[in-house]
């Protein structure tokens, strides 16, 4: 019975796909985004609480402030978090989370998700929806392998980055928990938002479905594949209006971006994707500005390079969804000064999308703090503080960007027109 109602609905999925005008979707063509009938690039950022904060009044004023702002800014592609697993007694963890435990769906963090989705639509913005999560700070794959084995999870804050990431990639192994997760996926891409009353599926403000942030193969390299492509199958069965993309960071070592190319040939992986973060990877030291930026310069110009040509090489976009440096002199403070930061946007833009050699289509900042503040800067998120740009596992206030950013947001403009 369950097959024939699964099977009634993508028959109902087709016809409804077929009536609709596909030009106000994002789509792509032989390297390019197209929309309305024109090549589309941006410069965007990533929102990605922003379901989060609207789940009641305060924060949904706070929302419609804060689309306001980048409207005007003319930051029109958001990249947000649509889900988020696990109890709220997890340290380092956005609460409450959208599956609190196995099958147990937060239905006002799906309705907050609505409100974000209809506010973004009345401003001709696009969204880019995030389902999954290789790190802690949303629970994300590591909370599925710890519900169906029973274990603990390894945080790296106690045993390490590379024990929290093998523990964490054993989610591709366990059929238990993507089953889990392709029962998220029917969830959200089969919604009819509450609020326009437009089901997901025809609704253009989203531009696309990403299976996950940041996901790692981590010698998995089989299992991840797998995943990947069957993955973006069940999302195309559902959806044939939309655009799929990985999420993840592009290729960094021997254990990231191993299957990078491989993945990218796939035919329902419509682009690519790529994070740089200087500071994280040991190449830009706050303290020591000016002669390690010109060390990150080097490297990242290497680096957008190599994933560049695997972009060429299957012609489909790219796009820079993740970068971000300190404030001057690492200040996690909101008044401190962001010229280095201001500098290393114009440099990525120049070698992106001011580039006309180059396939990035697009560009998303890390990431958007807006009127939020921290309760203390330098610290760890907790329950009830304000949501910014910094996930909890993060010391608040390290790349967010705030609304008295102002030459930031000049510089956005300025680059926009």
């Given at each position: 019975?369950?097959?024939?109602?699964?099977?009634?609905?993508?028959?109902?999925?087709?016809?409804?796909?077929?009536?609709?005008?596909?030009?106000?979707?994002?789509?792509?063509?032989?390297?390019?985004?197209?929309?309305?009938?024109?090549?589309?690039?941006?410069?965007?950022?990533n929102?990605?609480?922003?379901s989060?904060?609207?789940?009641?009044?305060?924060?949904?004023?706070?929302?419609?402030?804060?689309?306001?702002?980048?409207?005007?800014?003319?930051?029109?592609?958001?990249?947000?978090?649509?889900?988020?697993?696990g109890?709220?007694?997890?340290?380092?963890?956005?609460?409450?989370?959208?599956?609190?435990?196995?099958?147990?769906?937060?239905?006002n963090?799906?309705?907050?998700?609505?409100f974000?989705?209809?506010?973004?639509?009345?401003?001709?913005?696009?969204?880019?929806?995030?389902?999954?999560n290789?790190?802690?700070?949303?629970?994300?794959?590591?909370?599925?392998?710890?519900?169906f084995?029973?274990?603990?999870?390894?945080?790296?804050e106690e045993?390490?980055?590379?024990?929290?990431?093998?523990f964490?990639?054993?989610?591709?192994?366990?059929?238990?928990?993507?089953?889990?997760?392709?029962?998220?996926?029917?969830?959200?891409?089969?919604r009819?938002?509450?609020?326009?009353?437009?089901?997901?599926?025809?609704?253009?403000?989203?531009?696309?479905?990403?299976?996950?942030?940041?996901?790692?193969?981590?010698?998995?390299?089989?299992?991840?594949?797998?995943?990947?492509?069957?993955?973006?199958?069940?999302?195309?069965?559902?959806?044939?209006?939309h655009?799929?993309?990985?999420?993840?960071?592009?290729?960094?070592?021997?254990l990231?971006?191993?299957?990078?190319?491989?993945?990218?040939?796939?035919?329902?992986?419509?682009?690519l994707?790529?994070?740089?973060?200087p500071?994280?990877?040991?190449?830009?030291?706050?303290?020591?500005?000016?002669?390690?930026?010109?060390?990150?310069?080097?490297?990242?110009?290497?680096?957008?390079?190599?994933?560049?040509?695997?972009?060429?090489?299957?012609?489909?976009p790219?796009?820079l969804?993740?970068f971000?440096?300190?404030?001057?002199g690492?200040?996690?403070?909101?008044?401190?000064?962001?010229?280095?930061?201001?500098?290393?946007?114009?440099?990525?833009?120049?070698?992106?999308?001011?580039?006309?050699?180059?396939?990035?289509r697009?560009?998303?900042?890390?990431?958007?703090?807006?009127?939020?503040?921290?309760?203390?800067?330098?610290?760890?998120?907790?329950?009830?503080?304000?949501?910014?740009?910094d996930?909890?596992?993060?010391?608040?206030?390290?790349?967010?960007?705030?609304?008295?950013?102002?030459?930031?947001?000049?510089?956005?403009?300025?680059?926009?027109?």
């Amino acid at each position: 019975m369950r097959l024939i109602s699964f099977l009634f609905v993508l028959f109902l999925t087709d016809l409804t796909a077929q009536s609709i005008d596909k030009s106000s979707f994002v789509q792509t063509e032989k390297g390019d985004f197209i929309l309305n009938d024109k090549a589309y690039t941006y410069v965007g950022a990533n929102y990605w609480y922003a379901s989060f904060v609207a789940m009641d009044q305060k924060g949904k004023e706070r929302i419609v402030r804060e689309l306001d702002f980048l409207k005007e800014a003319g930051v029109l592609n958001l990249r947000l978090m649509a889900s988020g697993e696990g109890p709220k007694t997890e340290p380092f963890r956005i609460t409450p989370t959208l599956q609190e435990s196995i099958g147990n769906w937060n239905e006002n963090v799906l309705v907050g998700l609505d409100f974000v989705l209809a506010e973004m639509g009345k401003r001709n913005m696009k969204g880019v929806l995030c389902l999954n999560n290789f790190f802690y700070w949303s629970g994300g794959m590591a909370q599925y392998v710890s519900w169906f084995t029973g274990e603990k999870i390894p945080y790296p804050e106690e045993h390490g980055w590379d024990k929290y990431m093998r523990f964490s990639a054993r989610f591709y192994t366990l059929p238990k928990a993507t089953k889990l997760y392709y029962d998220l996926i029917e969830k959200l891409v089969s919604r009819k938002n509450t609020i326009t009353n437009v089901s997901y599926i025809n609704d253009p403000t989203i531009m696309s479905w990403q299976l996950a942030n940041e996901p790692r193969e981590f010698g998995h390299d089989k299992k991840y594949f797998k995943w990947v492509k069957k993955s973006s199958n069940i999302i195309r069965h559902l959806d044939k209006n939309h655009l799929i993309c990985i999420g993840n960071e592009g290729i960094l070592d021997n254990l990231v971006g191993s299957t990078y190319k491989k993945t990218a040939a796939l035919k329902n992986i419509n682009y690519l994707t790529v994070h740089l973060w200087p500071e994280n990877w040991g190449w830009y030291a706050p303290k020591n500005p000016d002669e390690s930026f010109e060390t990150t310069r080097r490297k990242s110009i290497a680096y957008l390079e190599k994933n560049a040509e695997v972009s060429k090489s299957v012609l489909k976009p790219i796009v820079l969804e993740e970068f971000g440096l300190a404030r001057d002199g690492g200040s996690y403070e909101a008044s401190a000064e962001v010229n280095m930061r201001n500098k290393f946007y114009q440099f990525l833009y120049e070698t992106t999308l001011g580039n006309p050699n180059s396939p990035y289509r697009g560009m998303n900042f890390w990431a958007i703090g807006g009127e939020g503040r921290p309760r203390q800067p330098e610290t760890f998120w907790q329950a009830g503080d304000d949501y910014i740009g910094d996930p909890p596992h993060e010391k608040q206030g390290w790349y967010s960007v705030y609304f008295t950013d102002s030459s930031t947001f000049e510089w956005l403009k300025k680059v926009q027109k």
